[in-house]
């Protein structure tokens, strides 16, 4: 087969895979009460019917509910804001139509007013009303989206993150049109999350500043007819409540994480048909010496976020069926760093989804540390998915260009059991395919029958004990086949070169 061809024939099975999950039918059980959301309902009703519908995500969050309810949202309407979930609630769809849409901000940023000219020479317009962090602005669905320029802060002022010498000018450093700065300095903190102790400002989703966009074509407004802001916002804030499933919904524009749930072990959440999209890339912090920050050190930035995640303990985790893509970072992931508490992930399951444009595809870590020696990870399965273009998507504008995986394990500890990876498809990465290492051999995840392919000359990856991964670093080339048997054991993988 030719290049082409290859490419070709696993679009169509990725086409037929989206079209499988935009297009699936409702089929919830629900044994408690149901509650119905619409655009024309109304927050007074009692939601018991679509004809006495609540209108909001906000008073989605505040009602009160009992385990077993569910709550539906219309398919075809709109939805902005963010859902506070409640313990053993289905949140689902109801209707004909596409899916229900829930985006973050309050509204679409489309229109001329909300823009004024403050640089007539640069192009440099500015939003006439505060807002949240932006990860970046998505222009016409998709059609294009901002590079946010982040500078440094250190000493009680903005420098760029190049020359902190220099003064950070949004007008000087936007070299390209829909060039992205949020501004905002005017809640400081001295308390980083690492043990420095230099004031930095506090990004929250309690901090509104000042957003300024290079247009080269004119106000924003005019020009399209979609602009959508990833604000500094979740959309399900699952926290530590259990069983909650969240079904059939299209969820996009966030700019934090689509669903974030974490604690000593959530249990039972379930994410299943739905559309997860462009998601993250608010600032997490200014501060910290983040190692893959080239330089380190004071002053570096680390930026939000994932599709789904769970930090902490967990049981009973599944993500099925979904198609996920544009992440800044993660299209799933369960994480922790255990400061010497015991946690135990259990019962993971990732299946038949197609997980596209993100930095990483699937992430798992397990870093234990401050004498932890029990954590572990177990029953975990990663089947069936369709994994395309790592590190392709607008995620890939962050610093640490060289991370992109679609399985990425990164080098902890990774204590783990009965962990098994198989009848994937691994399309292209622009760094590596896989990043998988253990402190153990017996920790390492039992691949097989997985279909890899990448471009000639670039990586498989690494997968290995930590003692001695980096002898499996993996190029993909015409000896690739031989040395992913001999690297993980199994006779079944397909491998094509692009």
Request: with cysteine; glycine share 10%.
């Amino acid at each position: 087969m030719t290049a082409q061809e290859i490419i070709n024939k696993f679009d169509l099975l990725s086409e037929k895979r989206k079209s499988e999950i935009l297009n699936s039918k409702d089929d919830l059980h629900i044994i408690g009460n149901t509650y119905y959301v619409s655009c024309d309902g109304n927050d007074e009703n009692d939601g018991l019917s679509p004809h006495s519908a609540w209108a909001t995500l906000g008073k989605v969050s505040s009602k009160k509910l009992n385990k077993g309810d569910g709550v539906l949202f219309r398919r075809g309407d709109t939805f902005r804001g963010s859902v506070i979930t409640q313990d053993g609630i289905t949140y689902g769809a109801y209707g004909a139509g596409e899916k229900p849409k829930l985006y973050g901000w309050n509204k679409n940023l489309a229109q001329p007013s909300l823009w004024t000219e403050v640089d007539k020479d640069k192009h440099i317009y500015k939003l006439t009303e505060k807002i949240l962090d932006v990860g970046t602005l998505v222009f016409n669905e998709g059609e294009k989206h901002s590079i946010k320029l982040i500078p440094s802060f250190i000493s009680g002022k903005f420098v760029c993150r190049d020359n902190e010498l220099k003064p950070f000018v949004f007008s000087n450093e936007a070299t390209r049109d829909l060039d992205l700065y949020w501004h905002f300095d005017e809640d400081l903190t001295t308390l980083p999350s690492r043990g420095e102790n230099f004031p930095i400002p506090n990004v929250s989703d309690n901090s509104f500043g000042d957003l300024y966009l290079r247009c080269d074509s004119g106000n924003p407004g005019e020009i399209f007819s979609s602009i959508e802001a990833l604000t500094h916002r979740h959309m399900f804030k699952v926290g530590e409540n259990s069983n909650v499933t969240i079904d059939n919904l299209c969820i996009k524009y966030i700019g934090v994480h689509a669903i974030s749930a974490g604690g000593e072990c959530v249990k039972g959440l379930r994410v299943t048909n739905c559309e997860i999209g462009w998601i993250g890339g608010c600032i997490q912090h200014y501060f910290g010496t983040d190692p893959n920050y080239p330089q380190g050190g004071r002053g570096s930035v680390t930026r939000y976020g994932n599709g789904v995640e769970i930090y902490g303990g967990c049981a009973d985790y599944e993500v099925s069926s979904c198609y996920i893509y544009e992440v800044y970072d993660a299209g799933v992931t369960h994480q922790i760093t255990t400061d010497g508490k015991k946690y135990t992930l259990a019962n993971i399951r990732y299946k038949n989804n197609l997980i596209e444009r993100c930095v990483y595809s699937i992430e798992y870590f397990l870093d234990m540390n401050n004498g932890d020696t029990k954590s572990i990870m177990q029953n975990v399965r990663i089947c069936e998915n369709i994994l395309k273009l790592s590190g392709y998507g607008w995620g890939q504008q962050r610093h640490n260009v060289d991370t992109p995986a679609h399985i990425k394990g990164w080098e902890y500890v990774n204590k783990a059991k009965d962990f098994f990876i198989y009848d994937n498809i691994l399309d292209r990465s622009n760094y590596r395919l896989i990043h998988i290492v253990a402190d153990d051999v017996e920790s390492l995840p039992k691949m097989h029958s997985n279909t890899y392919i990448q471009h000639k000359g670039k990586m498989f990856g690494t997968y290995g004990a930590n003692k001695n991964c980096s002898k499996n670093t993996i190029t993909y080339d015409e000896n690739a086949s031989n040395l992913l048997r001999n690297t993980l054991k199994n006779e079944n993988d397909i491998t094509y070169i692009i």
